[in-house]
């Protein structure tokens, strides 16, 4: 008894060695690729940097000033009240928010938001490798692999979310991996956090996990032989995330309830942004030559080894190739977007959905390395140093793309991606770098403002070939960003309250925006926000007098969803306590074994 015992304790140390060393190993990588932004102190703006930043300075504001209002946006996005955070990964924001209101700078929040991503994304993918049965060096690779591929990079680069929640997804596979394993209990609890994180994180993202469990379900319940037993445990599990999340459903439902909000820009060209093998560099929808011959002899070997490989990498490589056929051009995606045109927004870019293809076939390709390894031991060093090559020159791709963008950052244009920013006149290099490294954080963004729509309410519901005509991005920089003359501020219950000067009685277009549940006050009268007139984007049009006028805004939400965000926000911490609790005393019931 003594020797299993001691046998026990030195494979669980050693384990935990091995999984430190791998996370160290991760994490001196992810340092590296951002030495080129480290070392010459530079903020990255890219596509989607100045959305981002509105949302996660708003939280971080909320936080700071105690001024909370879970729906409003008082802080950012020019203080227009928009509802944004609700929509878009609200817990994600608070989280964002607080490391914002921590560090104090943009600098050290990119940096280290930058950090967190890629070791997420690197360790992540080398917890799932090794789970599915991929040796220590081949999961660590895969690993690598994922982190400086452009799925991931797009976020240091151009601070797409899509690489935020796309990070998570191998957690949400790693305790997935129950389903494929008939004498083990599914850990019910580890597969409801990871999938309502996701869901609190990135919307989209949560789909794919969802559209990627539901295949290994199916796949479990042809293999489970107790198929009631195993399907409560699932349930049990999605029910968990569900109650976790009730913050994001109720939300929803309150604030799509008598609004018409715009979407996303409606990408029409759908096929344009799909995905294609490539002999060039990887981009977002190019595979570029070595990932491309990777892939392709992953796919074909499990192919004409059917009966060779393990199932994991079977089942793995299976589901990787269907999202990769998802997301590439012979989907036809410009006849699938005009038949349902809802596409060209909650899609824009198939190419989203190689992310999720790249976590389930680069965890198929440390499977396949590691089972042919162990059957043919001279081909270890060949599959070893050929997939660290791989590796080297992603990663070698990425820290050169760092080194351009550092560049841009110290040049005459310092923002990388100029599309939907509202210029300002005399507005120098200099100015713009300045701003972004002020104390004060709303600097930056109020130089440096985006005309996103996202969102924002409309009179009628807006299809695609509407949206183009409508003209949103002008009618956000005219009403919202260009509409001077105001003071703004936010009062301790999170209502924003606007003042402004007029010389006579006239029609004001208010720089905010209203829907359809907000409570509105105009020079201390109740105004219901169905009876004014707004604009095409929400912004209300009042009678201002002569002198002095104040108007106020806040969003009023019914009891039910306010009693579902509170019941979210307190299952949260009480769920954590208890996975505490409960691994604590595993911990402990361990030692005391050990000790017998």
């Not at 799925?151 to 929640?165: D, E, L, N, P």
């Not at 994001?248 to 820009?265: I, K, Q, R």
Request: with cysteine.
């Amino acid at each position: 008894m003594d020797i299993i015992n001691i046998k026990v304790s030195d494979n669980n140390h050693e384990a935990t060695l091995l999984k430190t060393k791998a996370f160290l190993i991760i994490t001196i990588v992810a340092i590296a690729l951002l030495v080129p932004q480290i070392l010459t102190k530079s903020i990255v703006l890219g596509s989607d940097a100045i959305f981002h930043f509105n949302r996660i300075y708003d939280t971080a504001q909320q936080i700071r000033t105690g001024n909370f209002n879970y729906f409003q946006s008082n802080y950012g996005f020019q203080q227009a009240g928009r509802i944004i955070t609700p929509l878009y990964g609200p817990l994600m924001s608070y989280l964002l928010g607080t490391i914002l209101l921590l560090t104090g700078s943009w600098l050290k929040f990119q940096v280290i938001i930058n950090l967190l991503v890629l070791v997420i994304a690197g360790y992540g993918l080398f917890l799932l490798a090794k789970r599915t049965g991929a040796e220590q060096t081949f999961a660590l690779i895969a690993g690598i692999l994922f982190m400086t591929s452009v799925s991931v990079t797009a976020w240091i680069t151009k601070q797409h979310f899509t690489s935020v929640g796309l990070i998570l997804i191998p957690y949400v596979l790693y305790y997935a991996i129950d389903f494929l394993e008939e004498d083990r209990p599914l850990r019910i609890w580890g597969l409801a956090l990871s999938m309502a994180l996701i869901v609190e994180t990135h919307f989209l993202s949560a789909l794919f996990a969802v559209v990627a469990l539901v295949i290994l379900f199916i796949i479990g319940l042809i293999i489970h032989k107790n198929k009631l037993a195993f399907f409560r445990q699932v349930a049990f599990a999605g029910t968990i995330a569900l109650l976790l999340t009730l913050n994001v459903w109720g939300s929803l439902l309150d604030v799509y309830h008598g609004n018409h909000l715009l979407s996303t820009w409606p990408y029409q060209n759908l096929d344009a942004g799909a995905m294609k093998l490539s002999f060039a560099e990887e981009t977002e929808t190019q595979l570029g030559l070595t990932l491309s011959i990777l892939l392709i002899i992953q796919l074909i070997y499990v192919a004409t080894h059917l009966k060779q490989v393990s199932r994991n990498n079977l089942i793995f490589s299976f589901i990787g190739g269907f999202f990769l056929l998802l997301s590439s051009k012979l989907m036809l995606w410009n006849f699938l977007g005009a038949a349902f045109p809802s596409l060209t927004t909650l899609m824009q870019y198939p190419s989203r959905i190689r992310g999720i293809a790249v976590v389930f076939l680069f965890t198929a390709i440390a499977l396949s390395c590691s089972e042919n390894a162990v059957h043919y031991s001279k081909l270890r060093p060949i599959l070893t140093g050929s997939l660290l090559l791989v590796a080297t020159f992603a990663a070698f791709n990425t820290y050169m793309n760092m080194t351009q963008l550092a560049q841009t950052w110290h040049s005459d244009q310092p923002i990388s991606a100029t599309n939907a920013i509202v210029k300002r006149k005399h507005l120098t290099a200099d100015q713009i770098r300045g701003a972004f490294r002020s104390a004060n954080l709303s600097k930056g963004l109020k130089v440096v403002p985006k005309s996103t729509p996202d969102y924002l309410p409309t009179h009628t519901k807006v299809d695609p070939a509407h949206y183009l005509k409508m003209h949103p991005y002008a009618l956000v920089s005219t009403n919202l960003i260009k509409n001077n003359g105001f003071d703004k501020f936010v009062l301790s219950d999170g209502t924003l309250k606007i003042k402004w000067y007029s010389k006579t009685t006239k029609q004001v277009t208010l720089p905010a925006v209203i829907y359809a549940h907000s409570n509105i006050t105009l020079n201390k009268h109740n105004v219901k926000a169905t009876k004014l007139t707004t604009t095409q984007i929400g912004n209300p049009i009042v009678q201002s007098k002569p002198g002095n006028n104040v108007a106020t805004i806040n969003y009023h939400t019914s009891k039910t969803v306010s009693t579902l965000i509170w019941i979210s926000l307190i299952l949260w911490p009480i769920t954590l306590l208890v996975i505490l609790v409960v691994k604590t005393i595993k911990v402990v019931q361990n030692r005391h074994h050990l000790s017998l």
